[in-house]
Nanobody, 124 residues
């Protein structure tokens, strides 16, 4: 069992920056692919970014590519999402998710564990 706890959310101005963190307990994350998803009320949970277990491969949604950076520190059992130049449309609850397996999907239902989420609000 993996427990994930997200932190670092809050209110940020458009064009600023914010770094989200995800800390894991229960098991080491080094054998898990990790991803960030986000969700706004009334909508499906949306893929944001993913990183392979080794950190060697990263994937981004088109809407955040070039602005957000996913990274991980397996020694600290943590994953991060650096949000540069956020926009009001990035406002959402952000979730950290973990998956074991060969592939790195971009759909929430294919992940095994996720946290409670952290709210990010971007003001214009």
């Amino acid at each position: 069992q993996v427990q994930l706890v997200e932190s670092g959310g809050g209110l940020v101005q458009a064009g600023g920056s914010l770094r989200l963190s995800c800390a894991a307990s229960g098991r080491t994350l080094s054998s898990y692919h990790m991803a960030w998803f986000r969700q706004v009320p009334g909508k499906e949970r949306e893929f944001v970014a993913a990183i392979s277990w080794s950190g060697g491969n990263t994937y981004y949604a088109g809407s955040v590519k070039g602005r957000f950076t996913i990274s991980r520190d397996n020694a600290k059992n943590s994953v991060y999402l650096k949000m540069n130049s956020p926009k009001p449309e990035d406002t959402a609850v952000y979730y950290c998710e973990a998956r074991r397996g060969a592939s790195i999907p971009q759909t929430h239902v294919d992940y095994d564990y996720w946290g409670q989420g952290t709210q990010v609000t971007v003001s214009s």
